[in-house]
């Protein structure tokens, strides 16, 4: 299993698996690169259509898979935008557009009420048919901002700030968020369990 496929053209998401990733000896190629398209994702759920993306690209290239489905989820707005986070605002994805559609949303609220976490599940098909997938899954709480700060990052971690640390996703420099992150969490339990796999491959 030295080369994964990694079913997303987005290349945010590609950076941050490759440095979390380090180390394993393992290559991680985009979909794009390989002539795989985009299929529509059709789960009702994260884990769902994590497993449909996955599901395609190592179908297509013969090669591991490797595949993400992470949103944002607001306790104000009933969990949106939720599996919807990507285009919230509207196709194509726009991460201005989705930032002011949230801010407009939650116009008025106080502090208290702006809850949210970021929740990823990342999966790993060894092949297209393969039935038992290795599943991880982390989240990240914090809450929305009334405003952007930061310019480190995509998506809404302008808006999504660590009580914690007390600085945005966005004003995080990439290796504290890469230790922290639902991302991060998520793939360091995948790690955990790719490095048992390739041990016994």
């Known amino acids: 299993m030295s080369t994964l496929v990694l079913a997303s053209g987005n290349a945010g998401k590609l950076v941050e698996l490759r440095a979390m990733l380090?180390?394993?000896g393992v290559s991680i190629v985009p979909?794009?690169?390989l002539g795989v398209d985009d299929v529509p994702e059709t789960g009702t759920t994260f884990v769902e259509n994590a497993l449909i993306k996955a599901r395609h690209a190592a179908k297509v290239t013969g090669l591991p898979a490797l595949a993400d489905d992470s949103g944002l989820i607001v306790d104000a707005l009933d969990g949106a935008p939720g599996l919807?986070?990507?285009r919230y605002a509207g196709?194509?994805?726009d991460d201005t557009a989705n930032n002011a559609k949230l801010l407009q949303a939650l116009g008025g609220l106080p502090e208290a009420r702006r809850?949210?976490?970021f929740y990823a599940v990342i999966v790993l098909l060894r092949h297209a048919d393969d039935p038992q997938p290795l599943i991880a899954e982390g989240s990240w709480e914090g809450r929305i901002l009334d405003a952007p700060r930061g310019h480190n990052g995509f998506g809404y971690n302008p808006v999504f700030l660590d009580p914690v640390h007390g600085l945005t996703a966005a004003e995080m420099e990439p290796a504290q968020k890469n230790r922290i992150s639902h991302r991060a969490?998520?793939?360091q339990v995948l790690r955990?369990?790719?490095a048992k796999t390739l041990r016994t491959d």
């Open 22 to 24: 380090d180390g394993l």
């Open 31 to 33: 979909q794009r690169d």
């Open 84 to 86: 919807y986070s990507a």
């Open 91 to 93: 196709s194509p994805t």
């Open 115 to 117: 809850s949210a976490r």
């Open 185 to 187: 969490q998520a793939l």
């Open 192 to 194: 955990t369990r790719l």
